[in-house]
Nanobody, 123 residues
Framework: QVQLVESGGGLVQAGGSLRLSCAASGRSFSNYGMGWFRQAPGKEREFVAAIRWSGGSTNYADTVKGRFTISRDNAKKTGYLQMNSLKPENTAVYYC????????????????WGQGTQVTVSS
């Protein structure tokens, strides 16, 4: 399994944008699907988006379709989540994850996690 470190979180007003990055260590990032999850205070961790190792297929939670875009650069061993039109209810700690693409819609099936980065959207 790879080691993952998120960055790019912060405070943004409603309607604004943020771009999260997920840097992988080691030499196997391109062999894994990559996903993003989030966890708000008092709530369970939930799926946001996922992408195959090749970048050819993506999957999004219904709540973020059309606003968030997942991508990856295997040469740089980095994944990204572009978040546009942010809403206060998007406030959460965002985590990147790596594993089989088919597992990256269910938090309980994911084995490799980053440490998380805080995203706060103000009204």
């Amino acid at each position: 399994q790879v080691q993952l470190v998120e960055s790019g979180g912060g405070l943004v007003q409603a309607g604004g944008s943020l771009r999260l990055s997920c840097a992988a260590s080691g030499r196997s990032f391109s062999n894994y699907g990559m996903g993003w999850f989030r966890q708000a205070p008092g709530k369970e961790r939930e799926f946001v988006a996922a992408i195959r190792w090749s970048g050819g297929s993506t999957n999004y939670a219904d709540t973020v379709k059309g606003r968030f875009t997942i991508s990856r650069d295997n040469a740089k061993k980095t994944g990204y989540l572009q978040m546009n039109s942010l809403k206060p209810e998007n406030t959460a700690v965002y985590y990147c994850a790596a594993g089989l693409y088919s597992t990256l819609a269910t938090p309980g099936l994911v084995g490799s996690w980053g440490q998380g980065t805080q995203v706060t959207v103000s009204s």
